[in-house]
């Protein structure tokens, strides 16, 4: 069974550009949450879909915005970037329905550099 | 203010020993734990996860405790390896917000 996959696994981008990450997460799961790990903040929620919804939302600028698929897949987009930006991105994908466990399951990241 | 970086507890222990990592919490909606091991380069790895409901799970090697009367967990790992030098992270449910709230993670490093 294939893990969570997330592309790329680095991307360097300048300040001001745009950046899309992709989130392919484990077959027959249909959520997918995004966080953000920097040495500074540690391991932050970023945003929650389930089933093309957003259920919940961390607390970041509108610059971070996400969207899902109808085959679960998920991409996050920040846009205007900013130095600060610079992070480990972590998509989890889970059941989502919570009936026996939440099961985070998390990819290996995409490893932003904002220069 | 913010701070420039985390700075991570770190716990050292020799092959073979028992190792014990802990975590408080805030939330007391949390219903839901769990404990991730994560290698340098790598995505945070699922190891145990507890329920509210429990105060005790055992794994293999390792055990996690819940007090939910001072919103503490603890992970404990037997007959520590080499393989298991890694950053450890507590994370909770908050109360089932579709989210979870991780802990600052501790350094476990171990000496053979």
């Known amino acids: 069974k294939a893990g969570v996959t997330q592309t790329p696994r680095y991307l360097i981008k300048t300040r001001g550009q745009q950046v899309t990450l992709s989130c392919s997460p484990i077959?027959?799961?249909?959520?997918v949450s995004w966080y953000q790990q920097t040495p500074g903040q540690g391991l932050q929620f970023l945003f929650e879909?389930?089933?093309?919804?957003?259920?919940n939302k961390g607390n970041f600028p509108g610059r971070f915005s996400g969207r899902q698929f109808s085959n679960s897949r998920s991409e996050m987009n920040v846009s205007t970037l900013e130095l600060g930006d610079s992070a480990l991105y972590l998509c989890?994908?889970?059941?989502?329905?919570?009936?026996?466990?939440?099961?985070?399951?998390f990819g290996s990241g995409t490893r932003l550099t904002v220069v | 203010g913010e701070s420039v970086g985390l700075h991570l507890p770190t716990l050292s222990v020799q092959e073979g020993d028992n190792s014990i990592i802990n975590c408080a919490y805030s939330?007391?909606?949390?219903?839901?734990f769990i404990w991730y091991k994560q290698e340098s380069g790598k995505g945070p790895q699922f190891i145990i996860d507890?329920?509210?409901?429990?105060d005790k799970r055992q794994g293999q090697r390792v055990t996690v405790l819940l007090n939910k009367t001072v919103k503490h967990l603890s992970l404990q790992i037997a007959a520590t390896q080499p393989g298991d030098s890694a950053v450890y992270f507590c994370?909770?449910?908050?109360?089932?917000?579709?989210?979870?709230?991780f802990g600052k993670g501790t350094l476990l490093t171990v000496n053979p």
């Open positions: 507890i329920r509210s409901n429990m």
């Open positions: 879909y389930f089933s093309e919804t957003q259920r």
């Open positions: 939330n007391s909606a949390s219903d839901y």
């Open positions: 077959s027959g799961h249909r959520s």
């Open positions: 994370a909770d449910s908050g109360g089932s917000n579709y989210k979870l709230t």
């Open positions: 989890a994908s889970s059941d989502g329905t919570g009936n026996v466990n939440y099961g985070y399951t």
